[in-house]
């Protein structure tokens, strides 16, 4: 049995469920999704106060289960990818950001594809995603103004303000896809898709996958420079 | 049953039978992975002239398995990705190239990397995929000058090439991981891993993997823009 | 005598002759323009798919001309430069996208220009044109949305659209020149310029006097790396 | 009376006290630096983790400073500018992150400059903000591999090693001046100035020098957008 | 006593001596700033000819003032920044451009940002030196298209259309800051900041405060490369 | 009959009737190629102070020309394409650098490509070309450490040292051609191609050469925006 960690960097239990329940709908027969919460982080990681607290909360859930049971990989459930770089180096499986995973997914499927995230003020943590990969000249970023505390308990309502700005995508930018920037929005890609007629991808499920990807071929992170053990 | 075609545009079966006998061996069990060698391409892809004429050869299978019982996804095999729009405009499954697929699993696993490809002539072909990805500041292109002939029966017997020009990616390009940068090169993955102590990254395992992945996550190529149906 | 051929790799010869005969237009009293139809190609190049079969068939027509008489230089007339990269490598004289011959010649008289190519969907060809020369700074591309099959038999009634496109490109681009971004459309610099007012540049012309210049130089495709014969 | 805080991400007391003094000298008369350690960090920022701790730590820093009475402006006293935005966020005043400042100085006297950072695994966190900034083009990374923590007591020892490196930036890379990559190397500056002839920026020092720059313009972080606060 | 000049390539003293005034409100205690007109250039500097004429009238007065009294820093008061590297080169102290000066500031304080610049043709003098910074990805211009010679006497009376420009650069470029693209407009400052709530930067201020940075830092112009004495 | 001004901002005549006879040789029948040497500027140009100077002389030349019996078209004759955008602005017909010509010609006849320029402080005047077109992903610089004079009575002297470095530029850059970098090489172009096997580019020819491209396709400088007549 493969055990992939969804850690989400909000301190909201609730969101780790619905995140969890919907990452294990993409997992392989063989694979148990294990919901996280970073207990020492924030409600909600908005603010970039918040991220940097949430950085070290992911980081300490890390190093509490690689003391235990590590899990075989881990997912993290925070647009922006918080704390990535810590838990890359300190997990002894691969970790894969729920915003790289769904960029890299969307290059699979579309030439250009627009991410719309929310709040507004956090689109630069999209965009710094966005420049580490090098995808500056095939993705932009859009937001709805909703706080991320809205969907504490699912985000079914919000798609009508996610289908207005995807289809502003679609317009404005070209898209060829669209991206949801949030964890906690996999309840939005089925009517996304029905409405807009393009692929949507959600980041954590596209995390859990690749995360298994990895897993299939064998892949670990490098200890070599970046990521080096200490 | 999922049914992946490992699509090889060199027209050699024996190494399309080593390629997919490789790529079977990352798929998940419930996948099965078909080789397709492209019957009209040239016996080796190493010129812009064999690529042209190859690319082509891609389409004309994509086509003719499309007319029957089609994959459910396709891999391209050979380094370049040559043919990938085409055969991502008319496959009714997604498409994955080699290419883009080591190079994106790369990048999960280490922050900067290297390509070894052979001949030294087709690095141009690995330029152009990183560019398209935006890769250009995490991934450089090295060469072993080798014919792709030289592998029709294995590649085994390259090994102390390619290590030696992967030595001088973690000396001189600070590599943190090695992309073998042709298909036909899997017997090169378990010896460079054990000499140079950081992930090489087999692109038709990628391929196959991210092929999976996209399934999983039930995401197909867009039809809106550049790859859309005529 | 200085021969030049005009290779259409669209197969339509009415398209070629036409083509052809605007290209004599600018060529130097000592050129000969001769028109070639990509015989195996589809009858227009719009899909990805097409692109590939014509790219081949480019191809097939340089190996042929080779064997007997070669032209002295040769011209891609296609947006996209179809099959240029395998072209180059075969001819034994110099080879000339019109899509990059347009795009350089537009540096030389605008700090920034808008491509403006039919129909939409090929957006991307003139993007890749763009990336490979770096021009994302100076450069962007519009589409009107009509079928290459519109100008068979000449462009000068979409004069109207491109002039509305040509217009949204000044105000909106700040385009200091338009770029007509397909073959076939000679017949739309002269209204274009006079209504614009600034350069329009057709990218046919704009090959034969870049082979031209090419030729006046002595300066041929380099035979090492990226172009070397096989 | 400014008061300026040089906040050393780096929990060790007595590095903090070098800084401080090293600032104190290039601050103008009615400016009066003080070192603020960040008392929850790791004893050194070398790890990607140890990075996340101290960014939260950074923060908590800054926190407490402005409940009482807060700074007119921050330093960041650590190479990749440890918790910047975060701190920036947060504080009433100005913050600057010593690499950014050094690398902004750098660029007023320098076409293209080399940053010589330590230790060897650090290189990305310089990288990350030279590609914040844009400033590729212009400046790569080099690096000697002594730990942090070899400079608890000041830096004059390492003159050699960096003297050394130094030379091959200027050979190599073409540098025209040297950036020291590490907070409590303001000792090396004047030795390796007087041996390569070429200016060598302390990014403390330049970190100060911004700061009271940003004061004198009586400019204050924007608080729309990405560092709004909460 | 630190003398700083400040040196306008517009042969217009009024506006010499309006610019002057406003450099030393933010010029510290020690700091004597002196208003240098560039006595051979054009009135006004809109046109490539007249930054030609002006940069050469620029290195005119450099040299002039190198050959007696030198000031101990340069500050070049017009956007685009003519004849810096000319000046940098020959003055003995260092020499910064308003521009480089303008935008390095708004970096430290907003994320992105948006230059208003005047009159409308003048706007790729603010983009070569954008992008010689390598900002183009956190900075656009704008313009309003109003004559250099509307503010011989003051700016205040374009404040309206400033703001105008302003607002709509918040609102569709999302900037975060706006940097006033011409020497002159001083007076454009507050009223601007007061109206859009974000930071406004003037060049000259900032030039003047970053010419005293690199004085207190002891940093001067390399000699090694690109701007090495004759 | 066509007359092309070679515009030679070194002020040493020698050099003016070596160019300008060398270009005539590439000059097609009917054109008339005339030297033109900046009288009011340096001897050489090698410093950014000359190169401001030469600017201006440049522009008083263009100047002078345009109301007499203006050329048809111009190049500008010195490496960093002194002046372009002054004379370009004013001249009423093209004008071509002859930097910017050998590097677009560069580019249609191979993949990636080497200036050696000389001396080696103008390493940055080329470098700012290669940025203005964006090709810095396919071009280098290398230098000798000649000075201008050197070549004011021929460059046949020069052969070794270029011979030597060209074949650097092949091993460790890669180089599928060379560009001399400097006016007045037009001696060394022979030697090179026939040493080095690749196509060395000749700026001055390239620039006569696209001049009169343009002229054939009777495309002008565009007069909006950026180049607008004042």
Redesign the interface.
């Known amino acids: 049995m493969t055990r992939i960690a969804v850690l989400n960097p909000n301190a909201t239990e609730s969101m780790t469920d619905g995140i969890a329940a919907a990452a294990a709908l993409?997992?392989?027969?063989?694979t148990e999704v294990i919901g996280i919460t970073a207990a020492a982080g924030p409600v909600v990681v908005?603010?970039?106060?918040?991220?940097?607290?949430a950085?070290?909360a992911?980081?300490a859930e890390v190093d509490r289960a690689e003391k235990g049971n590590a899990p075989d990989a881990w997912v993290i459930a925070c647009f922006g990818d918080t704390?990535l770089?810590?838990a890359?180096?300190?997990a002894s499986g691969?970790v894969?950001g729920m915003t790289?995973a769904a960029l890299?997914?969307a290059?699979?499927?579309?030439?250009?594809f627009t991410i719309v995230t929310m709040p507004?003020?956090t689109?630069?943590m999209s965009e710094r995603v966005i420049?580490e990969?090098?995808?500056?000249?095939?993705c932009v970023v859009r937001a709805v103004d909703e706080p991320v505390a809205s969907i504490a308990g699912g985000s079914g309502h919000l798609a009508p303000v996610f289908i207005a700005e995807g289809r502003a995508a679609?317009l404005e930018d070209?898209?060829?896809?669209i991206v949801l920037g949030c964890a906690g929005l996999a309840d939005l890609a089925a009517p996304l898709e029905a409405e807009l007629?393009?692929?949507v991808?959600?980041g954590v499920?596209?995390g859990v996958?690749?995360a298994?990807?990895?897993l299939?071929?064998?892949?670990?992170?490098?200890?070599?420079?970046?990521?080096?053990r200490?």
Chains 1, 2, 3, 4, 5, 6 share one sequence.
């Open positions: 993409v997992a392989r027969p063989g908005e603010t970039n106060a918040e991220e940097a607290v950085a070290a992911v980081l704390g770089a810590a890359r180096e300190r691969p894969v790289e890299l997914t290059a699979l499927v579309a030439a250009r507004r003020r689109r630069a420049r990969l090098g995808l500056e000249h095939r679609l070209d898209a060829e896809a007629g393009v692929p991808i959600e499920a596209a996958s690749l298994e990807a990895l299939a071929q064998g892949v670990r992170t490098s200890r070599a420079g970046t990521w080096a200490a």
